[in-house]
């Protein structure tokens, strides 16, 4: 049965590795929304080429394993001359994936918006960019919310695999303890635990935004 | 022609419109004077509509030009004066002169209706904020919503959609007011409303063209009207001519099917 001593002994071990879990997972959030934005902005311009190589991005970032993204930024940009700790390497990988899923949301965020009502723009002499950030943009906003939580809370659970360069996270805060005392059982359960209660409080909170932004 | 100048504003010359194999419009020509109120009728997918739409370029035409106060809409002239098509920014300050209503007013559900009607006025014509909510209050008052202005357009009728939509087109100052069935998509008590606006644009002089399904106001309101069939303008004149002795048989098969005072 499960060793209790064990768990309140990890408890304040896991303290550490849940605040690098989090700030990991805060910052590469505001990176990839940022970043994703951007591309999807990209991806509605006019510009052939923008929505191009976004598209091909993309395509990339889908069509790969994330652990192996996560080698390719830890590894391959020593190569190229960009040294990052592991942290960084980590939020890099992180980043760079989670906003190719946001740029897809951003891009058909705004691309449902009804036709009439970039018709209605264009008929005022508003140009393609200003549609974009002054009428579509807007309005997408709300029915983005769902969809991008869903992108982060993927990549807020994907942090454990940060694990796997050293970054001191939780999961690997739970495997140092498992290697002292062999406690596998008591400790992923803990980590389980641990993850549900960040993931549950990010979606009530984006469900709190939501309900909060006006509805169209 | 009742009244109106002698310049035309608007031109189009040799205008048609295909979609894919499908014509819609066939060569049509036809000029609007300066002042003039043009109401356009014809059965469904005459080509009514298509043809405001490539006035405005919201559909180029495939072929044939349109000419608004001497300028080709979706050209300007090149280096050695001749036309070349106009770049992105070039044809939207072109559209500024062009105010479109639309059937399903397309207001921007984001904004309140001052914000509708000043958003063009800022994001497109550059004016600061204050001057813009002043002007864009003033069209307001001129369509009788001054009690309205901080109100979204779900909050608002749909009459009061409508002629916030209209407000929105006027603030530009557009040289041509272009209206796609306005009262196609209200409830008939509330069509009255929007029409008066109307009534009152064109008593103001204003060039106005209207595509509508309200036979006695095409009658009452305009100086022209215009029957379109498949793409092509069968007839035109006066409202008491053609209302009141159609030429053509498919102009006089069209009004039988409406009970128009003669």
Redesign the interface.
Known sequence: MIDWAIVEMAIPLLARGTLVTLQVAAISGVLSLLLGFLLGLCALS?SRMLRAVVGAYVDFIRGTPLLIQIFLVFFALPVVGIRLSEIWAGIAALSFNTSAYVAETVRGGAGSVEH??T??????????A?TLV??LL??ALRPMVPPLTNELITMTKNTSLLSVISVYELTRAGQAIISVYFVPFEIYLLLALYYYAIIKTLSWASRRLENRM?R? | MTGADTSPMLTLQGVSKSFGDKRVLADVNLSVAAGETVSIIGPSGSGKTTLLRTINHLHPPTTGQVILSGQTIGYVNGPNGQLRPASERELARQRQAIGFVFQRFNLFPHLTALQNVSIGLTKVAGMSRAAAHERAAAELRKVFLADHMSKRPQELSGGQQQRVAIARALALDPLIILFDEPTSALDPELVREVLDVIRALAADRKTLMIVTHEMRFAQEVAHRVIFMDEGVIVEQGPPAALFGDPREPRTRKFLSHFNVAR
């Not at chain 1, 018709?119 to 393609?128: F, L, W």
């Open positions: 006019r009439g009502q018709e209605a723009a264009k008929a005022i002499g508003m140009t393609h200003q002054y009428i807007p309005q006006p169209l």
